[in-house]
């Protein structure tokens, strides 16, 4: 049997401050009404003070690795899939190889909010060769800091998070089954931010311009999303051999809920099939979908033998997905988190 990479840890830290609706409606001109009915997101979340890209993903890496019952010496690997970084150098990674304690090498992995299916791939690979055996996989986002609280339609979607796994060599056959990554950069003006790097320098202009912030298409991006997230279901599922409905969950990039609901539409499969948590965190890019799967797995919504499926989509524009089998560790572990109170 191949040998694959099983999920056997997971974890989640969100900031304590919540930004509803309501708040963002004394910020700009918009109301819960409209983020409501066009996006499903109620709430997000938004970094205190004491919040950083590298805190939060550690917290959420600690999590994952209690959860996995592995030690810091014992990681091989951290991959953090991140476009929100502390510093623009060193990456994020190495600050959150230093803060674990651990002594192994760091990769961060920049596709916006594909990047932590990129990244959970990316590391899969390692695993399936044998040069590692304990990966973290973390994805997070301090996206608030991107963001232009003067623009209605960028400002209402986004929030902060961080989520990460602990991979491990199945012994059974759980782990990811088959994977697509994409990338369509002759799109890349409809979501980015043009004013910071070395094509238009940080300078008074780009301050002046508010071009340090994202900017976003958002009908190309929908369009792009509802294609690429049918697409990709229907293929990372055709590899597994099966179809789209076959699958036991869908954990779908969180970026509206609109988005979702067409494409279940087209996929011709019921929401119940999706996993959503959107209406409380909003569109955490990286983080999106391991918040999603750390909240399904403890909210028992995955047992062991399921087969998940995760599409992403965003920035670059990129998009990415996986089918990953859940094994025992899920059975072991969720009961015990739900009755913890959610964890949050
Ligand atoms: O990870 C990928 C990240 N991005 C996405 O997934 C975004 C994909 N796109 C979307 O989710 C949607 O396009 C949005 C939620 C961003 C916008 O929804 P929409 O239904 O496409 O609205 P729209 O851009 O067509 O705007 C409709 C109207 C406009 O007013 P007019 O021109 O019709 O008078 C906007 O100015 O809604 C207005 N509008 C708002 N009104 C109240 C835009 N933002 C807001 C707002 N509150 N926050």
């Not at 917290?59 to 623009?88: C, F, G, H, K, Q």
């Not at 961080?162 to 199945?170: D, E, K, N, R």
């Not at 994202?214 to 509802?226: D, W």
Request: with cysteine.
């Amino acid at each position: 049997m191949k040998r694959r990479a099983e999920i056997t840890g997971w974890g989640k830290y969100v900031p304590e401050k919540v930004l509803t609706n309501n708040d963002l409606a004394k910020m700009v001109d918009t109301n819960d009404e409209w983020i409501t009915s066009r996006t499903g997101i109620k709430e997000r979340r938004i970094r205190t003070d004491t919040d950083t890209t590298t805190s939060m993903a550690v917290a959420a890496a600690r999590e994952a690795m209690t959860v996995a019952e592995v030690d810091a010496s014992e990681i091989d690997l951290i991959v953090v899939a991140n476009s929100s970084p502390d510093y623009l150098l060193p990456a994020p990674a190495n600050f959150v190889q230093h803060e674990l304690g651990a002594s192994c090498p760091a990769l961060t992995v920049a596709a916006g909010c594909s990047g932590w299916v990129y990244a959970l791939v990316t590391a899969s690979q390692f695993i399936e060769t044998g040069a590692y055996n304990n990966i973290l996989v973390i994805g997070v986002e301090l996206i608030s800091y991107a963001l232009d609280y003067t623009d209605r339609s960028t400002c209402i979607l986004f929030g902060d998070a961080a989520a990460a796994v602990v991979l491990q060599p199945s012994t059974g056959d759980a782990g990811v089954m088959t994977f697509e990554l994409g990338s369509d950069g002759g799109q890349a003006h409809h979501l980015w931010v043009p004013g910071g790097g070395t094509r238009n320098p940080v300078s008074q202009n780009v301050v002046d311009n508010r071009e340090m912030y994202i900017r976003m298409n958002g009908q190309e991006v929908f369009k792009f999303a509802t294609r690429k997230f049918t697409s990709c279901i229907k293929n990372i599922a055709e590899q597994a051999g099966m179809k789209p409905a076959d699958l036991d969950l869908i954990i779908p990039h969180q970026a509206n809920l609109r988005i979702i609901e067409y494409a279940a539409g087209l996929l011709g499969l019921s929401m119940d099939k999706f996993f959503v948590n959107l209406h409380k965190y909003g569109n955490t890019s990286a983080a999106s979908i391991p918040l999603a799967l750390v909240e399904a797995i403890q909210e028992g919504r995955v047992k062991p033998g399921d087969v998940t499926g995760m599409v992403a989509f965003g920035s670059g524009l990129s998009w990415a997905g996986a089918v990953v089998r859940m094994g025992e560790a899920v059975a072991k572990v969720a009961p015990q988190s739900v009755v913890a109170g959610v964890m949050q």
